[in-house]
């Protein structure tokens, strides 16, 4: 599996930010999927994650302000990023797990993030106050 994302860039506090991570090579019905960052000198830390029965958690962070999407047609999972803080900025990650147990609940994988085994190359997101 191949996961390659996009669309991380540099804004002012209040901007918008839509990443996206293409995904090739994968067998739908056992992949669940999420997004993931890290801030320079922090821990990796989950931001979004969809489970094998499309429930999606969210970091109680970013609540109100993102949101995950997937588009199975275009095989494209997107993370739209809305009111952006400075302490938003990070290098986001799409991650995969292409063996997802399927009563792994959202929110559980949300704060596991050694559970997935694909990853992306990571996009910087910058805000500035």
């Known amino acids: 599996m191949r996961l390659v994302e996009s669309g991380g860039d540099s804004v002012q506090s209040g901007g918008s930010l839509r990443l996206s991570c293409a995904i090739s090579?994968?067998?739908?019905?056992?992949?669940?999927m999420g997004w993931f960052r890290q801030a320079h000198g922090k821990e990796r830390e989950g931001v979004a994650v969809?489970?094998?029965?499309?429930?999606?958690a969210y970091a109680e962070s970013v609540k109100g302000r993102f949101t995950l999407s997937r588009d199975y047609a275009k095989n494209t999972l997107y993370l739209q990023m809305n009111s952006l803080k400075p302490g938003d900025t990070a290098v986001y990650y799409c991650?995969?797990?292409?063996?997802?147990?399927?009563?792994?609940?959202?929110?559980?994988?949300?704060?596991?993030?050694?559970?997935?085994?694909?990853w992306g190359q990571g996009t910087q997101v910058t805000v500035s106050s």
């Open positions: 991650a995969a797990n292409d063996l997802c147990d399927v009563d792994a609940t959202a929110e559980y994988l949300l704060n596991r993030y050694g559970s997935f085994g694909f």
């Open positions: 090579g994968y067998t739908y019905p056992t992949v669940c």
């Open positions: 969809i489970a094998l029965d499309n429930t999606i």
